[in-house]
């Protein structure tokens, strides 16, 4: 990890240590590799090969209305709140996008959609680029049906995807308000002030001391009263409590505090 640090100006030292060694077993297995030596040369050696590699170092999980209840807890609640003026949202690690075109369509359904602008943002350029397109495997929509129902038991996936024979793509209605970028949530400063900031199951992966440095990033960025939807997995760190009130603990969903304690 120093060593990526000083090649590449990346910073995983303060990642969690157990997940690490598990993106690089991976690495090495995926390409066939019998010692660290031999990775630890082809990393710093083959820039392209390290981009490529950040995804398996870490790992990009998400799903399509995953964690049905968080999803109705915003469109039946939270969205509310923000009736009757422009929203700004931010998904901060939003992977290949599954998550953020759920919220375009929440949105839609309680007619916010055309009123929102969102930043996605990802350190993996791999994820980002799947995520602008929104072109997704049938197979893999078929294993988001029953989330998907739970939140829309009326409805079809075909209302928000064109599908093909393989693969499906997201309708181009969900893309216009959504800003792709690259941005490294550790080490850069973010521009902007959000009513919502989405970073779910990503703090899972930092120590104490990372967790607490974006959480002070993610208060610094949402407006007064903003809300801040973590993971299921996620554990809040005692600095949380200092700059965050708990809006719903059962979906991990808090809400930006008016005056810090002392």
Not at 7 to 34: A, Q, W
Not at 120 to 138: C, H
Request: hydrophobic share 40%.
């Amino acid at each position: 990890m120093q060593a990526i640090r000083t090649r590449y100006d990346l910073d995983f030292t303060n990642y969690e240590k157990s997940s690490l060694k598990r993106g690089i077993v991976r690495l090495m297995m995926k390409h066939s590799m019998d010692s660290m030596l031999e990775l630890w040369s082809r990393i710093l050696k083959d820039r392209d090969f390290f981009m490529l590699a950040i995804d398996d170092l870490l790992v990009n999980l998400t799903e399509l209305f995953r964690n049905p209840d968080v999803w109705i807890m915003i469109r039946d609640n939270l969205l509310d709140k923000l009736n009757g003026k422009p929203i700004n949202i931010w998904h901060a690690g939003c992977s290949t996008g599954e998550e953020v075109y759920t919220m375009a369509i929440v949105l839609e359904e309680k007619g916010l959609l055309t009123r929102t602008k969102t930043l996605a943002t990802d350190l993996s350029t791999k994820a980002l680029e799947k995520a602008k397109v929104g072109d997704y495997a049938t197979m893999l929509l078929e294993q988001y049906l029953k989330p998907f129902l739970e939140f829309f038991p009326e409805r079809k996936m075909e209302d928000f995807f064109d599908f093909k024979r393989s693969h499906a793509t997201i309708k181009s209605r969900y893309r216009n308000h959504i800003t792709y970028k690259k941005h490294n949530l550790v080490h850069e400063p973010a521009e902007g002030k959000y009513d919502i900031i989405f970073c779910r199951n990503v703090m899972i992966y930092f120590d104490k001391e990372l967790k607490d440095k974006v959480l002070r990033l993610f208060h610094e960025n949402l407006n007064e009263g903003g809300h801040l939807i973590i993971g299921y997995y996620d554990i809040m760190p005692d600095l949380g409590r200092t700059l965050f009130d708990i809006y719903d603990i059962k979906t991990r969903i808090y809400r930006k505090k008016k005056q810090l304690d002392n």
